[in-house]
């Protein structure tokens, strides 16, 4: 796909924020990657919580199985190697995770170990919300980033 060719469902699988899509959209055409990349990220930090939770809710949780993208499940390949002990564990703590904030765990799980991203929820836990959420964000911006870089690469 080139940068003249980004429509609006392209967009949708990058980021789920639709607010974020239709902003991106109104910027395009994009004359590089690096323009692009960098609309993206201004977009993105313009949004409120909102629309920040919208794209979240558009992810599997962290060691989920059945109808998820395939860039789900490569991002989250990581997670192939957890025990069924580790898996459950990490189950458990996504819906800890998900009660205490209201969103499911966010991370940008490319190339992460199931160990590395079970030790990073466990981290993240004893945030505030008011932190959470920025720092939530900021893991679908790489998210974001990344999917960019594929989707104009295939």
């Excluded at 055409?29 to 977009?43: I, R, Y």
């Excluded at 409120?48 to 109808?67: C, L, M, N, T, V």
């Excluded at 190339?111 to 959420?133: F, Q, V, Y």
């Amino acid at each position: 796909m080139t940068l003249l060719e980004l429509d609006r469902t392209a967009l949708l699988e990058c980021c789920g924020s639709s607010n974020w899509v239709d902003r991106m959209f109104a910027r395009s055409p994009f004359g590089s990657f690096e323009q692009l990349s960098q609309d993206a990220d201004e977009v993105w930090w313009a949004l409120d919580e909102s629309d920040w939770q919208e794209a979240f809710s558009k992810h599997p949780q962290i060691g989920a199985r059945g109808a998820v993208s395939a860039w789900s499940q490569q991002e989250q390949a990581g997670m192939d190697e957890a025990t069924p002990a580790a898996a459950e564990s990490m189950r458990y703590l996504n819906r800890e995770y998900f009660e205490k904030f209201g969103w499911i765990f966010i991370t940008c799980a490319t190339g992460k170990s199931a160990g590395e991203m079970r030790a990073e929820i466990e981290r993240r836990l004893i945030n505030t919300p008011a932190d959470e959420i920025r720092i939530a964000a900021g893991e679908q911006a790489k998210i974001m980033q990344i999917r960019l870089r594929k989707l104009l690469e295939s």
